[in-house]
């Protein structure tokens, strides 16, 4: 019997696909739902995921993960809760919250959100600029709406850039 094309996969049986595919070293591409990750990645778009291990991780990166609700989220690693060196919890948000972020299990980790496919263009999130543009932008205080406009219009001018 054929499955139904037609309907969604659950999250449990996305999150299992998806762990396979990276851990062949492949990429998954995953059209996304909600805002928690505005303006970085909007309703809608294709996010590219690729593996990432623990150890690689870093403070800026976007991440793909399964909370202990079994939801998959996209949400940007603001830094490690415990001891110095320690990474087994993670501190994440979504670009879009404010507050203190959240603490997962490193182990709830699938891969690490490379780019964005939005309106036939490919925007990339990894890279130590567009970490560090994305980690701005979460962590301005809401006030701050001119200096992420600004730093959102030098991110369009360098992803145009890397386009030409």
Not at 1 to 19: N, S, V
Not at 133 to 159: D, E, H
Request: charge should be positive; proline fraction near 3%; hydrophobic fraction near 45%.
């Amino acid at each position: 019997m054929m499955p139904d094309a037609g309907r969604p996969l659950g999250a449990e049986t996305l999150a299992q696909l998806t762990r396979d595919v990276l851990g062949r070293g492949a990429s998954v591409r995953l059209s996304t739902r909600g805002g928690s990750m505005t303006p970085s990645i909007r309703d809608g778009d294709v996010v590219r995921v690729d593996a990432v291990r623990s150890a690689d991780l870093r403070v800026g990166d976007v991440i793909l993960y399964r909370d202990a609700w079994g939801r998959l989220l996209a949400h940007r690693v603001l830094g490690y809760a415990g001891g110095r060196g320690e990474r087994s919890v993670l501190v994440v948000r979504g670009d879009a919250f404010r507050g203190a972020g959240e603490r997962i299990l490193s182990a709830w980790v699938l891969g690490r959100v490379v780019g964005v496919e939005r309106d036939g263009r490919y925007l990339p999130l990894s890279g130590t600029g567009a970490r560090w543009c994305g980690l701005v932008r979460a962590r301005a205080p809401r006030g701050a709406v001119r200096v992420v406009r600004a730093l959102a219009r030098a991110q369009r001018a360098a992803y145009k850039a890397v386009e030409e």
